[in-house]
C-alpha cells in the first residue's frame, strides 16, 4: 500500500461530559518523529498516544494536538470561603455609616470579593480519561491515514506512468546497442580503406578491434539487472507494505545501472536515452521522498 507522509486528520467528540479534539499532521521526514501539543494536566497521555499513532504509520514528521474542555463541570469543585466572605461584609459596614453609603450588598458583590471561593479540582480517572482520548484519537487517525492512502494512490499512478516510460527507454537502449558495435566496424573499415587506398584491408584485424570495442561497451548485464529493478520497483508499487525506504534504496540501484550505461555509451542515439532516463528518474526520487 503506497501512503503519502502528508497528511490530516481530525476528531471531535464529547464523551463522559468531556469536550475533546484530537488534530493529526504530518509531512515528509526522512524517519518517524513525533511531537505533542498537550494541556498540561494531561501531559502523561504523551507516550500513549505515541504508541498509538506509531503503530499505524510509518515514517514522517507527525504533530498531534489535543484539547479537552470539562462541560459537565464535574471534575470542578467551587466552594465558599466563608470566613473571607464575613470578613469583607464586617469591613464594609464597618464604614458605611462613616461614608453615608446604603447597605445594599448582594451575591453579585460577594462574587466580586478576593479569594471569596475555592476552586478545587476532583479527583480524575486517569484510565477513563484515556479511553475517551484514545477513542477521539483513533477516529482521527483513521481520517490521517485516509488522506495519507488516496494521496498515495495518485502518487502511485503517476510513478507508474515514469516506470512505464523507463521500460520503454531501456528496450529501446537495448534494441541499438548491437547497432552501435555494427556501426563501429563499418567505420573502422571505411577509415582504414581510406588511409591504405589500395592496400589489402586484414578484415581479421577489423573483426578483432570491433570485438574488442563491443566488449567494451556492451550493457547486456546492465539492463537485465536494470529490467529486474524495475520488475522490484512494480512489485514495491502493487504490494500491501510500507515500502518508502526500500523505493529509496532500489531507486539508488536503478541509478547505478543507468550511469553505468551512459559511462559506455558510443552511440548519440543512446546518450540521449540516457538523459532521458536519469530525467525520469530523478521525478520518481522526488515522488518517493514523499512516500510513506
Known amino acids: 500500500m503506497i501512503r503519502s507522509m502528508t497528511g490530516f486528520g481530525r476528531a471531535r467528540e464529547i464523551?463522559?461530559?468531556?469536550?475533546?479534539?484530537?488534530?493529526?499532521?504530518?509531512?515528509?521526514?526522512?524517519y518517524f518523529e513525533f511531537t505533542a501539543k498537550l494541556p498540561r494536566s494531561y501531559i502523561y497521555l504523551e507516550d500513549k498516544i505515541k504508541q498509538l499513532v506509531q503503530a499505524r504509520t510509518g515514517r514522517g514528521k507527525i504533530e498531534i494536538s489535543?484539547?479537552?474542555y470539562n462541560v459537565s463541570g464535574k471534575e470542578t469543585q467551587i466552594t465558599v470561603n466563608q470566613p473571607v466572605v464575613e470578613n469583607y461584609i464586617t469591613a464594609l459596614r464597618g464604614i458605611k455609616e462613616d461614608l453615608n453609603l446604603a447597605d445594599n450588598l448582594s451575591l453579585s458583590d460577594v462574587f466580586r470579593m478576593t479569594d471569596a471561593f475555592n476552586v478545587l479540582k476532583a479527583d480524575t480517572d486517569e484510565d477513563e480519561i484515556?479511553?475517551?482520548?484514545?477513542?477521539?484519537?483513533?477516529?482521527?487517525l483513521e481520517r490521517f491515514i485516509t488522506m495519507r492512502e488516496n494521496e498515495g494512490r495518485r502518487i502511485k499512478t503517476d510513478l507508474l506512468e515514469k516506470v512505464s516510460l523507463i521500460e520503454s527507454k531501456t528496450a529501446e537502449v537495448e534494441r541499438l546497442s548491437p547497432e552501435t558495435t555494427e556501426n563501429y566496424r563499418k567505420r573502422l573499415f571505411d577509415k582504414l580503406r581510406e588511409i591504405l587506398e589500395n592496400t589489402q584491408i586484414d578484415e581479421?584485424?577489423?573483426?578483432?578491434?570491433?570485438?574488442v570495442f563491443a566488449e567494451k561497451t556492451a550493457v547486456d548485464e546492465e539492463i537485465v539487472r536494470l529490467n529486474s529493478h524495475i520488475a522490484q520497483l512494480r512489485e514495491?508499487?502493487?504490494?500491501?507494505?510500507?515500502?518508502?525506504?526500500k523505493l529509496d534504496f532500489l531507486v539508488q540501484e536503478?541509478?547505478?545501472?543507468?550511469?553505468?550505461?551512459?559511462?559506455?555509451?558510443?552511440?548519440?542515439r543512446i546518450t540521449k536515452i540516457v538523459v532521458d532516463l536519469k530525467s525520469e528518474l530523478e521525478k520518481i526520487r522526488e515522488q518517493i521522498q514523499n512516500i510513506e
Do not use: P
Open 15 to 30: 464523551v463522559d461530559g468531556r469536550d475533546i479534539l484530537v488534530e493529526i499532521r504530518s509531512v515528509n521526514h526522512r
Open 66 to 68: 489535543l484539547s479537552i
Open 130 to 140: 484515556w479511553r475517551a482520548v484514545s477513542a477521539v484519537t483513533a477516529s482521527a
Open 204 to 211: 581479421q584485424r577489423v573483426l578483432l578491434e570491433a570485438a
Open 236 to 245: 514495491m508499487l502493487d504490494g500491501e507494505d510500507i515500502v518508502g525506504r
Open 254 to 268: 536503478i541509478n547505478r545501472e543507468i550511469n553505468t550505461i551512459g559511462s559506455k555509451a558510443q552511440d548519440l
